[in-house]
């Protein structure tokens, strides 16, 4: 019957265990909250699992218990939800099973203020136990095997634990802490239920505490117990929103995501028309460490009349909206739903169409009601908001509307600028959005293509992320004004730039000989060579042609192992420049190739770009300076 066995944490638990309790010590109190919490998830993934099988637990009420002993010093919290076999405990209490975990632990810093904010992001679930407690024995059977052993696994949360095969009658989960001496006041009755009133008031489920039942001739006396619910045991999301307070709805936004941090907003409905569904949906104040990891889990919960069906329902929303968190509660669709039907289902296409408009409706809310927190979302989730651009045709207009930029007309590298911003501030016949895009902000801020646009104060957004480049080759225009790179070669500023065509002509014609001799001397390197329209202090640029790739996204595509037949780009000189100047005095074609190939490594160097021989440039360099 024993099976008994000694095993180690997992490293990463080791780390974790050892950072939580130091850092969380503080706010010791959560501990409770997250074991309810894991209660009243497995209770849900039993009912869900009597879908299938009604005889599991048929005739049971389903709760969560908690009591305490005094003389013991133990505290124990219990339910008959799902349990867990012997391999399913080794699996979930002995290891974290999140592919995010390492990349997690390496961004925590030692400082234990910013451990613990970061701490709450990761989730800590049954290890919070450790903050109270000296050691943790859980006792469990899995539902549906009554007649097989139950599963004692216990711990001092240092380096191992110790797992058995053991007797246990009722199917579930019983955890018992080993309180440490400086941790008795969750010893007490007063205590305990508070605790649960302040942070689990609204789970699902009727946590039950005992009762003293005293005699009718003296109060003092006890002559029984009963046990007695303490939380209000109903579905927060079906109680109408005049009855929820700010703190419930925060406290139900901690309990669904196991994050410290309060959400920043929140949106709860009801929905009626020829589908009926509850959404209660919030938008967390802090990003999750593992947003752009491709196996993280969806936020939003399926239950259809309350019952639990799968807390990773990622049809239920687009994935450029993977960070909000909460519940959808449909009433239409049937209980034995499963991935495979999600997948196919028109109900479940148009809950997600309501849910996404009802998300983009509560940001657009927020632009105008309070941009202060809208700029704390757009810190946290605006490279995350992007992606609808790319994923999302039908709304793309309305999440265009949400983008912010850094610009031109700010001294910060803060995006704070919208697109309805700019086109606001748009010069007299200006009737282009302009960008660049870059590597950094630096690059980006200093580059020759802006020369023109900053002598005649024309604002440029300036695009650094690497996804922008996806960004504005799948959004072309907004309302009505196309987004148009300033280092395209088709850049044409006349209708705000007034010059002659008597002007342009007559500067072409003096660039003629200086032109030819460039594309001599550079050959198949370049596409074509141009004389500036934007270069005011620089002496060369490189452009790329209208619609062609940018020189910027070559580069994404590149590192990234893609292999890419970039096109040759264009270089434009300016004609001003004393360097360029040079080649009208030049007596042989080796100076020309010397200052000519100059013009071209400076302007790739500019682009951010490497050159293909370094010493080859610096010895170029040294016979002009010592010309």
């Not at 050159?611 to 080859?616: F, M, R, V, W």
């Amino acid at each position: 019957m024993s099976n008994k066995k000694v095993l180690n944490f997992q490293t990463e638990v080791k780390q974790l265990l050892n950072l939580m309790i130091h850092s969380l010590y503080s706010n010791k109190d959560i501990f409770l909250r997250e074991l309810i919490s894991n209660a009243s998830d497995a209770i849900d993934k039993l009912k869900f699992e009597q879908i299938k099988n009604p005889e599991i637990n048929k005739n049971e009420e389903l709760y969560i218990e908690i009591k305490f002993d005094k003389d013991a010093k133990t505290l124990t919290i219990s339910d008959n939800g799902i349990g867990m076999s012997y391999d399913e405990v080794i699996e979930n209490i002995g290891t974290i099973a999140n592919s995010g975990t390492k990349k997690f632990l390496t961004q925590l810093s030692g400082d234990e203020k910013k451990d613990s904010n970061l701490i709450g992001q990761f989730g800590v679930g049954f290890y919070s136990a450790f903050i109270v407690a000296k050691s943790i024995e859980l006792y469990t059977l899995k539902a549906g095997c009554e007649n097989s052993e139950g599963v004692v696994w216990m711990s001092d949360g240092t380096g191992e634990f110790t797992i058995e095969n053991v007797n246990k009658e009722q199917s579930g989960t019983m955890v018992v802490l080993h309180l440490k001496d400086d941790c008795e006041e969750f010893l007490s009755d007063w205590k305990l239920r508070s605790l649960v009133r302040t942070y689990s008031d609204h789970i699902n489920y009727p946590i039950k505490m005992l009762k003293n039942i005293t005699s009718e001739d003296s109060d003092k006396e006890v002559v029984s117990t009963e046990l007695e619910t303490v939380n209000q045991a109903n579905a927060l999301w079906v109680r109408s929103k005049n009855n929820i307070t700010n703190d419930e709805y925060k406290e139900f936004y901690k309990h669904i995501s196991h994050d410290f941090n309060e959400p920043l907003i929140w949106t709860h409905n009801k929905v009626e028309g020829t589908q009926e569904y509850t959404q209660l949906l919030y938008i967390p104040s802090k990003a999750p460490f593992d947003l752009y990891d491709s196996k993280r889990r969806y936020g939003v919960k399926l239950y259809i009349k309350r019952v639990f069906i799968m807390d990773d329902a990622e049809k239920l929303l687009p994935n450029y909206l993977r960070f909000i968190r909460g519940v959808i509660d449909s009433q239409d669709l049937p209980l034995n739903i499963s991935r495979e039907i999600l997948q196919s289902s028109k109900d479940i296409d148009n809950i997600r169409t309501g849910s996404t408009k009802k998300v983009l409706s509560m940001l657009e809310d927020l632009v105008k009601k309070d941009s202060e927190s809208y700029g704390v979302f757009y810190k946290e989730f605006g490279n995350v908001i992007k992606e609808g651009i790319i994923e999302d045709h039908a709304n793309k207009d309305k999440i265009a509307s949400l983008l912010r930029f850094i610009s031109t007309n700010s001294d910060s590298d803060v995006p704070n600028v919208s697109l309805d911003q700019y086109i606001k501030q748009m010069k007299a016949n200006q009737d282009k959005i302009y960008f660049i895009t870059a590597e950094s902000y630096n690059s980006a801020k200093n580059s020759p293509h802006l020369e023109v646009f900053k002598k005649n104060n024309i604002e440029v957004l300036l695009l650094i992320d690497k996804i922008d480049e996806w960004v504005v080759s799948h959004l072309n225009k907004y309302e009505e004004k196309e987004l148009i790179s300033v280092a395209s070669s088709g850049l044409d500023l006349s209708k705000i730039i007034n010059e002659s065509e008597e002007d342009k002509s007559h500067k072409k014609e003096l660039a003629k000989p200086i032109i030819e001799k460039i594309k001599k001397s550079l050959g198949d390197k370049v596409k074509d060579v141009q004389n500036t329209t934007r270069l005011i202090n620089s002496p060369s640029c490189l452009l790329v042609e209208e619609n062609a790739m940018s020189i910027h996204m070559e580069q994404i595509l590149k590192q990234a192992g893609q292999p890419i037949n970039g096109s040759k780009p264009i270089l434009e000189v300016n004609m001003a420049h004393p360097l360029v100047k040079k080649l009208e005095d030049t007596l042989n074609e080796d100076e020309d190739v010397n200052i000519s190939q100059i013009l071209f490594d400076q302007a790739t160097l500019l682009e951010g770009l490497k050159l293909e021989n370094p010493s080859e440039f610096i010895d170029r360099m040294n016979k002009l300076i010592c010309l």
